[in-house]
């Protein structure tokens, strides 16, 4: 199993969470806000095989992006994954949309130069980072909790980009339609924990084992063989990235 975008950091014991998704296996991707976050969670995470911190800038964290962004510029040519980062548009988050924009230019034109895995939040503003994917050369990404229209999923599609299905995102009518649109080969999994609540409890890595099944409901097999077609697209995925 794999968990593309999870918060390891901000549970309230993630090295707990950390501990139990490494003895199941599950491959996880611990995202981070900032570049000093990931710096905490190489130190913290070190030693552990199944689980990958991921250098971040986030766009909800942008009034910090100008102190952070040498941290990042530091850390890009090491960090084996970069995320999450992107762009908010929505809400009250759209008052720092120019600011957004610059630090997400800075990530892409990094990111478009090297080869790394990158999970990108795009709410509100799916054409616009898209848009800046094309001009930066960067790609293939994973697009993490899209909620775009279904002719902006085309398009991200088209552009031979991925994306990650949680649990949040299998229980709504919206994505029961849409599946039906993604091919196989570009579905990943995650969790977004702990943000992404389950059964009243945050959401852990070994909970994609609920979206896989899901998926097998969808796609009409196995939930083994549901398992075995995501970690086929996260390999090829790995062998356009350097994770190894």
């Known amino acids: 199993m794999i968990d593309t975008h999870c918060h390891i950091d901000l549970y309230d014991e993630p090295l707990r969470i950390a501990a139990v998704a490494e003895k199941l296996k599950v491959s996880t991707i611990a995202v981070t806000y900032l570049p000093s976050h990931y710096e905490l969670a190489c130190q913290h995470l070190k030693g552990f095989h199944y689980i990958r911190p991921s250098l971040g800038l986030h766009p909800h964290s942008v009034n910090e992006h100008q102190k952070e962004i040498s941290l990042f510029l530091r850390h890009i040519e090491t960090a084996e ?37 990158v999970t990108v939040h795009s709410r509100g503003a799916e054409d616009a980072v898209l848009t800046a994917l094309q001009n930066g050369g960067a790609g293939p990404v994973i697009f993490h909790w899209f909620s775009g229209s279904k002719s902006q999923l085309g398009r991200v599609l088209d552009a031979g980009h991925l994306i990650s299905i949680n ?48 998926l097998a409901e969808k796609w009409k097999i196995s939930p083994k063989e549901a398992d075995q077609r995501v970690m086929q697209n996260a390999d090829r995925l790995t062998a356009l990235t350097a994770i190894k």
């Open 81 to 117: 994954c970069v995320g999450e980062v992107g762009l908010d548009f929505s809400g009250l988050h759209k008052e720092s949309k120019l600011a957004q924009q610059r630090s997400f230019e800075i990530v892409v034109s990094r990111i478009g130069k090297a080869r790394k895995c």
């Open 167 to 214: 649990t949040a995102m299998s229980s709504t009518s919206k994505w029961d339609e849409l599946i039906g649109y993604v091919p196989q080969s570009a579905i990943l999994t995650e969790t977004d924990g702990p943000f992404v609540k389950l059964r009243g409890r945050p959401a852990i890595p070994s909970d994609v084992q609920h979206v896989m099944e899901w």
